[in-house]
């Protein structure tokens, strides 16, 4: 059994999600988490504390306390200059980040963030010279270098809720993973996305693992293992994880999974199956998992940190341990696992007997009938005293076929049918006088929970069940579905297993050609033949029949959650047109078209004046809220001003006597405090419709991306960059249309 070598406690609760180690002086190992209290703690037991400047002592001589006087969002600790053997911290908070020299107790820069730092990473990417703090906010990605200057800016589609830098195409150079709100893994090299991956929830962390593999977890509990843009394996829990983090626990050369959950479990499972190799458990939950060489021993200790504070160490075990880091004997699982097994297997085999005797009685009767001469009936074939309930054992006609089928049901169908908004529909039925008694459904991201159990009510069997099914976003999602097939009195079920592909586009209903064609559109030139466009479009949506064309191509369909039509046209000379007043939906389709067809770059010219329109507002407000922004700045400075000089007053009254003066200096100064507080109210009020419109801001943008491929798509995030940097609005309206400055 693996035990902790050193246990420690720093007296401080500490935020999840915030822990890293750093090297501030180039020797010795320093702990160091956020705190509650808009401090950052550093635990160095190797150094004497530090004070002055940012640097507090506290109680605790290992201790430092670095104020910050925001809420941090996050921390990281690495080495910032390359020709230095110190390590720097960097600080987000919701508005700022600082890049902090411990060791010299002083600020290398202090940047402003309005769209945040919820994520910050340390690190060379691509080609781009130099470490950097990258850090992710409000939709947005930056990097700046040991100065301060801003040496990277991208955007990416929601929130940034975590980052982590891997060599992800195996070339030597470090690309970007990117976990964010809106569910998806995006790899960035540079500025160029290189693969995108859909979870079913929040990405909440990434960690970096043995060669092109990086672990991953989500909001709903979930964590697993990618390997590129291959998933290994995942498991779901009912905790949360709050940090992930990759370590060689059992010395087989290969990192494991150690994960920390809000429970306050510690597990660490194989990179390749998942399974668990070790497990601990801590008081209250866990809030950052790290590694060092913090006993100055020459080895790396795996360092866990719970939320109150409590630091485990542990060291890799020993090779003599390998298989048995865990307080259970493997023997004695190994065993109950069998024996649960063997249980299962016997209740089978015994189902089988009975269905094989009743077959062996009804085939000897079948002959006897056949020897006399007598009618042999199928209904009835075991002779009077030896009679066997068919439904009961199971048994079901051999020519029985199982069949799934999925179509569209749009708002002028659900009259007839339950109050659902329009879905598609899934059909599971059998070819008989059989019943469907319950299916089980997987599928990622349609159903709470990933899967769906239908179970009809005894007085409601039939032969088929019916499944409302509405995806979210436009992804391939694979149905797994298990059906129990079995008659009405049946105590033994047939499971049929089936998997089915729901298309992308799955919730886009052929309409007629001749409804309103949408104002917006996009028009690029590929050079593939039409029936490659038309096998795309075959697979990629939900139809009754395959579409062919002669001609010209001119297919429409209609959106069922409600943002209209979509019309795709393409001439024989391979121009080919996107009408949808939807720029995500545009995005998507030609995405998707881009990776079937195997383009690896290509130019768009996109006309969506309705976007346009929303952009130009966003602007206005974004200026208009910048603009109050300094004002309340400005009037705070003002005020605080003011009531250093009325706190002078009142206090020089006070001495000399003067209640009169002094009780109406005092009251003045009330009023004053309360117009401070009022307009701090105002202006976190601004702040936070600031980050809104930045937001927006920032999805437009990528949206105009998205609709570029390869090098045309960097080329317009940059240049939608360098025009709203510039404040050049009307350069960025034709950026977004011909996707060039």
């Not at 987000?92 to 963030?113: E, I, P, R």
Request: aromatic share 8%; with cysteine.
């Amino acid at each position: 059994m693996l035990v902790p070598i050193f246990t420690l406690k720093i007296n401080h609760r500490v935020n999840p999600h915030m822990v890293t180690v750093g090297r501030y002086n180039g020797k010795h190992t320093a702990l160091t988490c956020a705190t509650a209290a808009g401090k950052v703690l550093i635990h160095n037991p190797h150094m004497k504390t530090q004070q002055g400047g940012r640097l507090d002592s506290s109680a605790d001589s290992d201790v430092n306390l670095l104020s910050i006087n925001q809420q941090v969002s996050s921390v990281c600790a690495g080495r910032l200059n390359p020709s230095a053997t110190n390590d720097i911290l960097a600080v987000g908070t919701q508005t700022n980040l600082l890049a902090y020299d411990v060791d010299n107790n002083s600020d290398l820069f202090y940047k402003d963030t309005p769209d945040g730092a919820n994520a910050v990473a340390i690190g060379e990417l691509g080609e781009i010279p130099g470490p950097m703090v990258i850090m992710g906010g409000n939709c947005s990605l930056q990097g700046y270098d040991l100065e301060g200057n801003e040496n990277f800016w991208t955007v990416t589609g929601d929130n940034v809720c975590s980052l982590t830098l891997l060599d992800f195409t195996g070339n030597g150079q470090n690309e970007l993973i990117v976990g964010s709100e809106d569910f998806d893994i995006r790899v960035f090299r540079e500025d160029e996305i290189l693969a995108e991956m859909t979870e079913t929830e929040a990405i909440t962390c990434l960690c970096p693992m043995n060669n092109t593999r990086f672990g991953y977890a989500l909001a709903n509990g979930t964590v697993g293992v990618y390997d590129r843009t291959s998933r290994y394996w995942r498991i779901k829990s009912k905790n949360q994880a709050y940090t992930i983090h990759s370590f060689d626990l059992d010395s087989d050369g290969v990192p494991e999974l150690i994960t920390g959950w809000s429970n306050g479990k510690i597990d660490a499972r194989s990179d390749r199956t998942g399974e668990v190799i070790f497990k601990d458990n801590f008081t209250s939950a866990v809030a950052g998992i790290v590694q060092a060489d913090y006993r100055l021993d020459g080895s790396q200790q795996l360092l866990c940190v719970s939320t109150d504070g409590e630091v485990k160490g542990y060291n890799p075990a020993p090779r003599e341990m390998r298989g048995n880091l865990m307080d259970s004997n493997l023997e004695q699982d190994t065993i109950r696992e069998l024996g649960m097994r063997k249980q299962n297997l016997m209740m089978e085999l015994k189902n089988y007997d009975q269905n094989e005797k009743a077959g062996v009685v009804a085939a000897a009767a079948m002959q006897d009938a056949m020897q006399s001469g007598s009618k042999f009936s199928a209904e009835r074939p075991f002779p009077v005293g030896q009679e066997y309930d068919q439904e009961k054992m199971g048994v079901i006609p051999v020519c029985i076929i199982l069949f799934i089928a999925m179509c569209q049901y749009r708002l002028k169908l659900l009259l007839a049918i339950p109050p659902y908004p329009p879905h598609v529909e899934l059909f599971i039925g059998t070819t008989n006088d059989t019943m469907v008694r319950a299916a089980l459904i997987f599928a990622e991201g349609i159903f709470e929970g990933e899967s769906h159990v239908i179970h009809p009510h005894p007085n409601a069997l039939s032969n088929c069940v019916r499944v409302p099914i509405i995806p979210p976003k436009d992804v391939p999602v694979d149905l797994h579905i298990k059906a129990f097939i079995g008659y009405k009195s049946s105590m033994q079920f047939h499971v049929f297993e089936l998997t089915r592909q729901l298309p992308r586009f799955s919730m886009y209903a052929p309409c007629r050609k001749d409804c309103p064609e949408p104002k917006s559109s996009c028009t690029f030139q590929i050079n593939e033949r039409m029936q490659r466009v038309l096998l795309w479009i075959n697979q990629s949506f939900l139809l009754q029949d395959d579409i062919d064309a002669e001609g010209s191509l001119n297919v429409a369909f209609m959106s069922l959650r409600g943002s209209g039509p979509l019309f795709l046209k393409m001439e024989p000379q391979g121009l080919m047109t996107i009408k949808t007043d939807d720029m995500d939906l545009a995005g998507d389709v030609i995405q998707a078209l881009c990776q079937f067809l195997n383009i690896d770059d290509m130019q768009v010219s996109a006309d969506f004046p309705d976007e346009m329109e929303k952009l130009r507002s966003i602007l206005v407000k974004v200026d208009e809220y910048h603009a109050v922004r300094q004002k309340l700045t400005a009037e705070m400075a003002d005020h605080s001003n003011l009531i250093r000089s009325m706190v002078v007053r009142a206090e020089d009254a006070r001495l000399m006597g003067d209640m009169k003066n002094m009780r109406r200096g005092y009251s003045e100064l009330y009023n004053m405090n309360r117009d401070l507080i009022n307009g701090y109210t105002i202006r976190c009020s601004n702040h936070q419709e600031l980050l809104a419109c930045l937001k927006q801001l920032n999805q437009v943008i990528q949206k105009a991306g998205r609709l570029r491929v390869g090098k045309y798509k960097t080329q317009v995030i940059s240049a939608c960059r360098a025009a709203i940097k510039s404040n050049n609005v009307s350069a960025l309206f034709k950026i977004m249309k011909t996707g060039a400055s």
